[in-house]
């Protein structure tokens, strides 16, 4: 087993970056939690680039701010790599793969009134995705559940967020119980790090500008981009405020065929955003779609980079960091649960994730294998079936 030996901050390539990156972005299927679980077998594991802690420590701070968490846990890895340069080339080339190929499902969806089908080899890929999740989950039990106290607090989230309490108050909740618990009575200077609270007030919200199309277009996705927390199914409802409701500009269908082609694609579900932006206004719209609603994540994960040490070298913010740890561990369960539950729907699809996950225990096979082997049975299963 050989890993790379961790390069000094700022001295690695950041073209190792953008490779490595670039290629999660285009076998990352799945969502935001299996997106994490590729990058801590991409980094953690098969490379050493960070450890467990550091890793889980930056998943966490990554739940503070607003915006698609996988993708802005993708720019602070860069970051930890290689700098400036690092952080813009893991973000570029994390959401790079994902808009071309929603650019061009949009183009076909508008040339032709459809979408091509995909449903086959999601059939397979989806099950591998589920095992990659689990295992990963596994692995970070240790690292984010600590001691009793921390395993009571991500059984409580978990069950939390499976009755349905919105995901920003499970990781709310998790962060101040757990720092009650540690420093009741946090002195004075310890009072720094609370991020979630001046980001989100400092959010900029725009009005309509008095411009054309183009300039609105761009000003509501950098708004949604700005302020949004949560999953893809709280990014529809803004959809729908902004798009259908307020400015008329796409149909019911339209935006559940955008937030289809989203999730079916790898790379991060915000891509939603390019589809719209095409159908709205064509490929000018789908680049400036793309660029508005990505464009505070790189903001504030560039403000996060100068905050996260500071996070865990005070006890009543590490505590709170270890709390919001706990509970986005409960968060990614309760996600890969319910995904399980569409995914894994006969024996096929079971020996699938069953077969993923003992390679994954017993190998250290790149994670794209996986990824290729299942789409390869899903297609073939559609095809004989």
Not at 163 to 188: I, K, Q
Not at 212 to 222: D, E, K, P, R, S
């Amino acid at each position: 087993m050989s890993q790379e030996p961790p390069a000094p901050p700022g001295q690695a390539s950041w073209r190792e970056v953008a490779l490595l990156f670039l290629k999660l972005g285009t076998i990352a299927f799945g969502g935001p939690v299996a997106h994490t679980a590729m990058m801590r077998h991409e980094l953690v594991q098969r490379r050493g680039w960070v450890t467990d802690q550091r890793f889980v420590d930056l998943m966490g701070a990554t739940n503070l701010i607003p915006g698609p968490n996988s993708t802005e846990l993708a720019i602070h890895l860069g970051f930890d790599r290689a700098r400036w340069r690092g952080l813009i080339a893991a973000g570029v080339c994390f959401i790079l793969p994902a808009a071309l190929m929603v650019t061009g499902l949009a183009w076909a969806y508008v040339t032709y009134g459809h979408t091509p089908a995909v449903e086959g080899i999601l059939y397979g890929i989806v099950p591998a995705v589920i095992a990659i999740i689990a295992h990963a989950l596994l692995g970070l039990l240790r690292t984010a559940v600590k001691n009793i106290w921390l395993g009571i607090l991500a059984v409580a989230a978990l069950v939390a967020y499976l009755l349905g309490v919105n995901e920003l108050l499970v990781l709310a909740g998790g962060a101040l119980l757990a720092a009650a618990a540690r420093m009741p009575r946090p002195s004075r200077d310890q009072a720094h790090g609370m991020l979630a609270a001046p980001l989100l007030a400092g959010s900029p919200v725009f009005g309509d500008p008095a411009g054309g199309q183009l300039v609105q277009l761009f000003t509501t996705m950098l708004k949604i981009g700005a302020v949004l927390y949560g999953s893809g199914y709280v990014l529809l409802a803004f959809l729908r405020g902004d798009f259908v409701e307020r400015l008329g500009w796409i149909t019911e269908q339209q935006l559940i065929d955008a937030v289809s082609i989203g999730q079916v694609t790898p790379g991060p579900v915000f891509t939603t955003a390019t589809f719209l932006g095409y159908v709205i206004a064509g490929p000018i719209g789908a680049f400036l779609a793309t660029v508005a609603i990505f464009l505070p994540s790189f903001v504030f994960v560039g403000l996060l980079t100068k905050l996260t040490d500071k996070l865990r070298s005070a006890a009543w913010t590490s505590a709170l960091l270890d709390g919001v740890n706990a509970a986005a561990l409960a968060l990614m369960a309760g996600v890969s649960y319910q995904l399980g539950l569409t995914a894994i729907i006969d024996p096929l699809t079971a020996a699938i994730a069953l077969l993923t996950l003992g390679l994954l225990w017993k190998t250290r096979l790149n994670s794209a294998w996986y990824i290729a082997g299942g789409a390869a049975i899903g297609l073939a299963h559609t095809l004989l079936t």
